[in-house]
Nanobody, 120 residues
Framework: QVQLVESGGGLVQPGGSLRLSCAAS????????MAWYRQAPGKQRELVAG???????AYTDSVKGRFTIFRDNAKNTTYLQMNSLKPEDTAVYYC??????????????WGQGTQVTVSS
């Protein structure tokens, strides 16, 4: 069993910053790609940023230059640093990770989500 636990969400004013964390635990042999998704009310879940095990990153166009994804492999944790936040960034943010488990299979796991609200 693998668990992803997110933290760091909250209410912030436009132009502010937040850092989200996602820690993986459980029956983990290795973690492959990790990513952050978000889902705003009435909209589909969208990929925000991803990072490979080697550190290659990718971002959706709307967050380029404002968000940074990085990871600490020793802690099985990924982070999303969000700067210059806008009201349209308001959403529930979900962590996703591809995990090779100690039992020898690979699967993708989701965190429970953390609310980010950007409002004055």
């Amino acid at each position: 069993q693998v668990q992803l636990v997110e933290s760091g969400g909250g209410l912030v004013q436009p132009g502010g910053s937040l850092r989200l964390s996602c820690a993986a635990s459980g029956s983990i042999f290795s973690i492959n790609a990790m990513a952050w998704y978000r889902q705003a009310p009435g909209k589909q879940r969208e990929l925000v940023a991803g990072i490979t095990s080697g550190g290659t990153t990718a971002y959706t166009d709307s967050v380029k230059g404002r968000f940074t994804i990085f990871r600490d492999n020793a802690k099985n944790t990924t982070y999303l640093q969000m700067n210059s936040l806008k009201p349209e960034d308001t959403a529930v943010y979900y962590c996703n990770a591809g995990v090779s488990t100690l039992r020898g299979y690979e699967a993708r796991y989701w965190g429970q989500g953390t609310q980010v609200t950007v409002s004055s």
